[in-house]
């Protein structure tokens, strides 16, 4: 969970300091809700109808999907890791996380495979990419803190 609130913590920044806005969280919700009705892909994620709680559904889900990433690295990874966390592995982690986006994600709401429908592609992705670097920075980050509370 650490891993992704530092995540969140890099997107509040650069909200604040680039006025770039982050995800909309509120689509994934959105995205998800009409799984349940059968629909997989949108032509424009936006313009989908809402769906109930969508914004609660996206939030739950930003984090649940980061747990599940945080475990699939430490099992991944193995125990000697945590007990001497290195940032190397983790922000590679955290790049290779974007898979999940670019061939996921962006071609179900509607901006192709990894954002080639987006307005500015380039810039969509370079976003994408430095979202999930900051998530393996958090896994990082996260450890040393797990580390030094177990020592």
Known sequence: ???????????????HILAQLPLNYAMVGRWIGHMFKGRFIHQAIPESTPIRGERLIGWISHYLIGIIFAVVFLVSIGDAWMNRPTPLPAALFGVLTV?????????????GLAASCAPRPVVTRA?????HLSFGVGLWISALCLSALAA
Request: charge should be positive; proline fraction near 6%; charged fraction near 10%.
């Open 127 to 131: 976003r994408s990419v430095l979202a």
């Open 99 to 111: 898979l999940a986006p670019f061939l996921i994600l962006q071609p179900a709401f509607g901006a």
């Open 1 to 15: 969970m650490g891993a992704t609130l530092f995540m969140d913590f890099v997107a509040l920044v650069q909200k």
